[in-house]
T-cell receptor
Framework: QQQVKQSPQSLIVQKGGISIINCAYENTAFDYFPWYQQFPGKGPALLIAIRPDVSEKKEGRFTISFNKSAKQFSLHIMDSQPGDSATYFCAARGTGTASKLTFGTGTRLQVTL | DADVTQTPRNRITKTGKRIMLECSQT?????MYWYRQDPGLGLRLIYYSFDVKDINKGEISDGYSVSRQAQAKFSLSLESAIPNQTALYFC???????????FGPGTRLTVL
């Protein structure tokens, strides 16, 4: 049962372009939405995260947009660079400190020159 | 992240063999997790432990067992490996109720 749906599965963007990855969730009890970045041969690492009390969070070239009513959130990578080529996972965590992360299926991003 | 280490990094084994994957951390975190990663399926939680005496099943625990030998060590065992357990396995840690999980470098397991 996939509680966090992620799309697209893969994405090719030219250098300087905008990369957009989308996620949708079903459980309204989720209260924390992180994005993890994974380079080949490495474990995932936290990139950026948002809570549902704000609609947008920006850190450098990375922005999360959050739509609570639609139960959707997305990652935007501005001015995409070849070094951004990686797999990106969205995730969601339920309320309470005993809750666990539920991950999306991942998006493989390739930024071409 | 060098603070979370996994051994072995790669393992090839045969169907029916018992396999143990080990995870150690120097971050002083109390919570540890085991995930498996499969193409198109993302990361799925196998087991998690909030302290040495607290071990819980995740969404795909069948065919796996774990042991939390100390706060810093969390091992995953496949009692009788089967080919569909071929995957990337990741250990992760977190501190208390903090949001961030820190992942190890992964173990690539192939079951023939």
């Amino acid at each position: 049962q996939q509680q966090v749906k992620q799309s697209p599965q893969s994405l090719i963007v030219q250098k300087g372009g905008i990369s957009i990855i989308n996620c949708a969730y079903e459980n309204t009890a989720f209260d924390y939405f992180p994005w993890y970045q994974q380079f080949p041969g490495k474990g995932p690492a936290l990139l950026i995260a948002i809570r549902p009390d704000v609609s947008e969070k920006k850190e450098g070239r990375f922005t999360i947009s959050f739509n609570k009513s639609a139960k959707q959130f997305s990652l935007h990578i501005m001015d995409s660079q070849p070094g951004d080529s990686a797999t990106y996972f969205c995730a969601a965590r339920g309320t309470g400190t005993a809750s666990k992360l539920t991950f999306g299926t991942g998006t493989r991003l390739q930024v071409t020159l | 992240d060098a603070d979370v280490t996994q051994t072995p990094r790669n393992r090839i084994t045969k169907t029916g063999k018992r396999i143990m994957l080990e995870c150690s951390q120097t971050k002083g975190h109390d919570r540890m997790y085991w995930y498996r990663q499969d193409p198109g399926l993302g990361l799925r939680l196998i087991y998690y432990s909030f302290d040495v005496k607290d071990i819980n099943k995740g969404e795909i625990s069948d065919g796996y067992s774990v042991s939390r030998q100390a706060q810093a060590k969390f091992s995953l065992s496949l009692e009788s490996a089967i080919p569909n357990q071929t995957a990337l396995y990741f250990c992760a840690t977190s501190f208390g109720g903090a949001d961030t999980q820190y992942f190890g470098p992964g173990t690539r397991l192939t079951v023939l």
